[in-house]
């Protein structure tokens, strides 16, 4: 077997895709419940906080007067999520859950997102000042900033979907029923035809509620990883600038160009994303009220 050729662009990928963690390096399988990456754990909940504390401070300081610009833009975005809610969620009840669930899910995930547009190496030099990160056994050396390039961020949220999904699906159709719909549908049948279809119309449900949960985290995931990669490749541009040579300045002039230019285009990727999120957590719950 040949040796694998590294190379200090490949290092410096390969550094920043290290998370930092109880284990002390990669994590090399997918699903390993062992793992606890402290990075994305410490930026999703601080995230969380920041958007519990606007909400919060956003209905204490809520008037009846002529509202300012912060209240003004907190109404507008429950006014957008109050809107989507009743055309999806049918059951009233629901969406007084529902609704404030998707603005939390909405906000909190485009903070999270909001992270990849710290410039790469930011957290790096800073720890670095503070004598902190410096050499691979320091413990802030392996360290994301971005909690969504994480897929244990985003498929722990769409497990939550998950239990959410069920938890209605039991609510509204009780326990009873829901685990009758399981077997007869979405393949309808009577006497021994429906026993016969039992099997596959459970296998069926099983799927689709399997499908829906990995899609909605892998949707997220894979779209804030591939941003995350290309900012690393950009930043590749800028480290390769060495003196005042025209290859050096061409290539420090591509570097800004670039990642000025995919920093505005990534922004509607952020926003996107959490909308996209923010609908199908919503679609989802209101189809666990419907039958098939």
Known sequence: MTDVVTTPQSEYIQHHLVHLNNLGHKQDIIANFDVVNYDSLFWSALMGFIVLYFLWRAARRATTDVPGRFQMSIEMLVGMVNDEAKNIVPNATSRQFAAPLALTVFLWITLMNALDLIPVDLMGWIF??????????????????????????????????????????????????????????????????AIILAPFNLLLNLIEYVAKTVSLGMRLFGNMYAGELLFMLIALLGGAWAGADPTSISLAFGHVLAGSAWAIFHILIVLLQAYIFMMLTLVYIGLAHEGH
């Open 128 to 193: 670095q000042m503070v004598g902190l990160g410096s050499a691979h056994d320091d413990p802030l050396y392996y360290h994301r900033i971005l909690p969504t390039a994480d897929l244990n961020i985003p498929m722990g949220m769409s497990l939550g979907v998950l239990l959410l999904m069920l938890y209605y699906g039991i609510k509204i159709k009780n326990p009873v029923g829901f685990v009758k719909e399981l077997f007869t549908a979405p393949f309808h049948a009577h006497g021994v035809g």
